[in-house]
């Protein structure tokens, strides 16, 4: 029988009340205990303290990162630790009963050259109705490959890389930057046995419209890796370039009309209004249906497309000078 393998956990956070829980599911896991649990506030000023429960259990370190995003939070508490393996979490996810158990077979049965193990990650939806825009595209993270979510990495690996390209100021994309790199450099991630709970969290109704800033990411993503990367990363295609498109008609419409063109202008609003239906009832049509969300869908389905391309434009400004390592592809 193999022996367990050493490992810490680095949970970043940002001061949520779901820390504590994240936190009390670790410590009641059963198996082998991590040497160290570090949890690494990355909030601009925390001059409050963490949730009640965050603290003062045993083998918690906190560490403070100025709210430099969760790059930067990971790479600091993976610096902090001296582990061979660093299992980075969610502070928003719940480490299941057996998780302890299930990690250590995971990182036993890693071969040498396997850098990473992912866990696998479950999303509670109501059983009740059917689950809202929002609750759909957390449940996408079951799918998701290499999301730091759950995700153990070999500590000689991360080094080798360079840790998380803190290029990245959310947690979007980071995670599968660093799986490419990893790959790249020659070494092979592998999906675990242990699972963890990952809750819908509480969001607000322009939640959908502030996660467009992610195209910026996509942006970086193209330069780093090539635009093959979402291939190799196993990551779904969104659905930018419809709103690129439901844009243009939008300016268009407005463009004409200054321009003393009605017919022209009434043309591009008429397609702009397609379109724009066409994406909204894709959002509403799989979902409740109750009216607060079916407002939710209409309104957002608006503005999305236009947040959107102003986010995926904003990159390719502030990214233009980036090239892949070694050169282009």
Known sequence: MKTSVEYAVVIPTIGRPCLADCLGALAESTGPRPAEVVVVDDRPEPRDGLPPGSAGQPHVRVLTTGGRGPAAARNAGARAVGAPWVVFLDDDVQVLPDWGERLAEDLASAGERTAGVQGRLTVPLPEDRRPTDWERGTAGLESA???TADMAYRATALKEVGGFDERFPRAFREDADLALR?????????????TTRHPVRPAGRWASVRAQRGNADDV?????????????????????????ATTALACAAVACAAAGRPRAAALAAVLWTASTAEFARARIAPGPRTRDEIATMAATSVVIPPAAAWHWTAGR????????????R
């Open 182 to 194: 990893v790959m790249d450099a020659g070494w092979t991630l592998a999906r675990g046995g242990r």
């Open 317 to 328: 400004v502030r990214h233009r000078r980036v090239r892949p390592p070694g050169g282009a």
């Open 145 to 147: 490959a290499w999301a």
């Open 220 to 244: 970086l993503m193209n330069r780093l890796h090539g635009r093959d990367w979402w291939t190799r990363a196993e990551a779904p295609r969104g659905r930018l370039p419809g709103h690129l």
